[in-house]
């Protein structure tokens, strides 16, 4: 195919060339729906034919993705599928890897793999669909499930601190960080769009809601009489301001934040505190993935976008620079090469 024809290929992709023939078999109403549409929005858009995409997912609602998807794709097994993608990745550093997976899958049976996923800055984009519940299994509690939180397993409440996946993130090092939610569809496309341009790990949370489980979970956020003042929007070399009014900000008294007025008691824009989602270390990311309601807004958006060298990348160099130290591999050399001995 020559490249004009090719590129002509390409640019007629539509989302529909991105859905598979399989029914979907999520609950009416679940936010996965949203997020999976957005994402087959977005396929078309990046320039990368359909065979070069492949999607690997654990075990979980969330998991189905790879069958809604008419795409290469895996639905492997529970809390293993980053180290299945980081495979697939190493052995084909030309293919676009997307990792979905839920609060659960990543973060009790799969944390190791999560966090290792992250340090190691594999060029896959993992997208977190967090309902703070089990939705497949019916409803127990989660590693995300806030504390107090009563479901078939913690009949008096949960007495598990939650992990912040966000923080989990920061905190290994990963270098694209972000967080949306399913109701809020052009915020979720603008952090689909921005991981899919990052070079190396891009971690996507997407706050979800499980309607039949854990419904409401995330309503202060994504109702609209109550949003404004119960998120800020992280936007690089931006104050954080929020509010109906846009009138609200954070403060830094010292080392620590405060929730101020702008026009009360002399504060003004210029007082407040400048979001840098580039700053080369992961402490002011860190810093505002711990804001928490009903003291401190939600942040929604990226928290941290740095370019690293991919693991790939390396790994790619590391094989060249011994090919080209040693020649090209033989499995004849192997086996007759080093010491030998016979066993009588």
Request: net charge neutral.
């Amino acid at each position: 195919m020559s490249n004009m024809t090719e590129t002509a290929v390409l640019t007629n992709l539509t989302k529909k060339d991105f859905e598979s023939n399989q029914d979907v078999r999520w609950c009416p109403g679940c936010g996965d729906y949203a997020v999976l549409s957005q994402i087959q929005k977005l396929m078309p858009t990046l320039g990368i034919p359909r065979e070069k995409f492949a999607f690997v997912s654990g075990i979980g609602c969330s998991s189905r993705f790879p069958y809604y998807m008419e795409t290469y794709g895996m639905h492997s097994i529970h809390g293993r599928a980053p180290a299945i993608a980081t495979g697939l990745k190493l052995t084909r550093p030309e293919l676009s890897v997307w990792l979905v997976t839920g609060d659960g899958d990543a973060l009790a049976i799969g944390g190791n793999h999560f966090i290792h996923a992250m340090r190691r800055n594999i060029g896959m984009k993992v997208i977190l669909l967090n309902n703070r519940i089990y939705g497949l299994t019916k409803g127990q509690y989660s590693p995300t499930s806030e504390l107090g939180k009563k479901t078939k397993t913690t009949p008096m409440g949960s007495i598990d601190r939650p992990f912040n996946p966000v923080a989990m993130a920061l905190g290994a090092g990963a270098t694209f960080v972000a967080r949306t939610i399913d109701t809020d569809l052009n915020h979720m496309a603008q952090m689909l769009a921005r991981a899919a341009e990052h070079n190396g790990t891009a971690f996507v949370e997407v706050f979800q809601n499980c309607i039949v489980f854990n419904d409401g979970a995330f309503e202060a956020v994504s109702d609209k009489a109550t949003r404004a003042d119960a998120r800020v929007l992280l936007e690089h070399g931006k104050p954080l301001k929020f509010g109906k009014e846009n009138n609200k900000g954070i403060l830094m008294r010292g080392l620590s934040p405060e929730v101020v007025t702008v026009g009360e008691n002399g504060v003004t824009e210029a007082d407040l505190l400048v979001h840098d989602e580039k700053a080369p270390h992961t402490g002011p990311a860190f810093f505002l993935s711990q804001f928490e309601a009903p003291d401190f807004p939600v942040p929604l958006g990226v928290f941290r976008a740095v370019d690293k060298p991919a693991y790939e990348e390396l790994n790619g160099q590391i094989a060249a620079d011994a090919r080209a130290a040693k020649g090209a591999p033989s499995l004849a050399k192997l086996l007759a090469g080093g010491d030998t001995w016979t066993i009588e």
